[in-house]
């Protein structure tokens, strides 16, 4: 297994454990794989819930830039559940996993197609 598939299994391992959802691996992937190289980053690769700008970058980039979705305070709702979700003391809060439950919550799967 690559350095990604690495990565792919630790995320469906927080979703099992931390987040308690059984991962659709083929949509896991496909979101890891649209992270880009961000998920190879120590920094990028995570979500700090606790700074503002995070979230907004996660709202702005990801939310209506990616999944096209119109802002609207439904988004940050949306944002805050899934850290929620994910456990707001878990320190390290993989920015692919974030967005696979954003993508899932939205119904935006067909995005990744």
């Given at each position: ?78 944002i805050n559940k899934a850290i929620d979700t994910y456990g707001r003391s878990e ?23």
């Amino acid at each position: 297994m690559g350095k990604r598939d690495d990565l792919i299994a630790q995320y469906a391992d927080d979703l099992r454990n931390k987040c308690g959802m059984e991962p659709d691996m083929d949509l896991l992937r496909k979101v890891t794989i649209g992270c880009g190289p961000a998920i190879y980053n120590a920094d990028a690769s995570t979500v700090a819930a606790t700074q503002p700008d995070e979230l907004e970058t996660v709202k702005n980039n990801f939310l209506i830039k990616k999944l096209a979705l119109s802002d609207g305070p439904e988004l940050m709702g949306a944002i805050n559940k899934a850290i929620d979700t994910y456990g707001r003391s878990e320190r390290n809060k993989h920015r692919a996993v974030i967005y696979y439950m954003l993508t899932r919550h939205f119904g935006k799967e067909s995005i990744y197609g």
